[in-house]
T-cell receptor
Framework: EAQVTQNPRYLITVTGKKLTVTCSQNMNHEYMSWYRQDPGLGLRQIYYSMNVEVTDKGDVPEGYKVSRKEKRNFPLILESPSPNQTSLYFC???????????FGPGTRLTVT | GQNIDQPTEMTATEGAIVQINCTYQ??????LFWYQQHAGEAPTFLSYNVLDGLEEKGRFSSFLSRSKGYSYLLLKELQMKDSASYLC????????????FGAGTRLAVHP
């Protein structure tokens, strides 16, 4: 089954404790992206990757890091989480260009 | 600037027709996507328009006018399961790599 998986699905953590949210896709997609979704603001792009070792900033990259060492994986790293990073996070992948994006199930992160 | 506007909430009756509008001001590309998102779930793709006009796909149709920066999603024969948020998205300055999403329209379908 074609899918995008994310782990963990739910996470409660404290300010400053580094965390990683994993994302993996099994569709051999070149393009992957991370979004955060906050009430009233819609989906905002954090980072995206067009291929292995090729990443670039989205609209809200501050406080986040990503890496793309393998085609299937695109982890999101929060080196020092802060309460304003409490949000619902979605990973997505696509064959690129004007093709549809496939979204993972989401990770609900709470930073206290 | 880059901006996408859509109504925050709409309500409709089961079996009826509803039109969800989206206006956009983005640079460069002119295609537009619609996604459906049920509460607590991931967005799923509904449609993509790159040419002007109406594209029909079962009960759902999507319209695009590139010159007016306007699109709408038409849902016919509404069912309770159509209660969801509907997101429109268009390429931003970075093209299709950097989609700009609207805040979404939350549709409530009542019996």
């Amino acid at each position: 089954e074609a899918q995008v998986t994310q782990n963990p699905r739910y996470l409660i953590t404290v300010t400053g404790k580094k965390l990683t949210v994993t994302c993996s896709q099994n569709m051999n997609h070149e393009y992957m992206s991370w979004y955060r979704q906050d009430p009233g603001l819609g989906l905002r792009q954090i980072y995206y990757s067009m291929n292995v070792e090729v990443t670039d900033k989205g609209d809200v990259p501050e406080g986040y890091k990503v890496s793309r060492k393998e085609k299937r994986n695109f982890p999101l790293i929060l080196e020092s989480p802060s309460p304003n990073q409490t949000s619902l996070y979605f990973c997505a992948s696509s064959a690129g260009g004007s093709n549809e994006q496939y979204f993972g199930p989401g990770t609900r992160l709470t930073v206290t | 600037g880059q901006n996408i506007d859509q109504p925050t909430e709409m309500t409709a009756t089961e079996g009826a027709i509803v039109q969800i509008n989206c206006t956009y001001q983005t640079s460069g590309f002119n295609g537009l996507f619609w996604y459906q998102q049920h509460a607590g779930e991931a967005p799923t793709f509904l449609s993509y328009n790159v040419l002007d006009g109406l594209e029909e796909k079962g009960r759902f149709s999507s319209f695009l006018s590139r010159s007016k920066g306007y699109s709408y999603l038409l849902l016919k024969e509404l069912q309770m399961k159509d209660s969801a948020s509907y997101l429109c998205a268009a390429p931003g300055l970075g093209g299709y790599n950097k989609l700009i999403f609207g805040a979404g329209t939350r549709l409530a379908v009542h019996p």
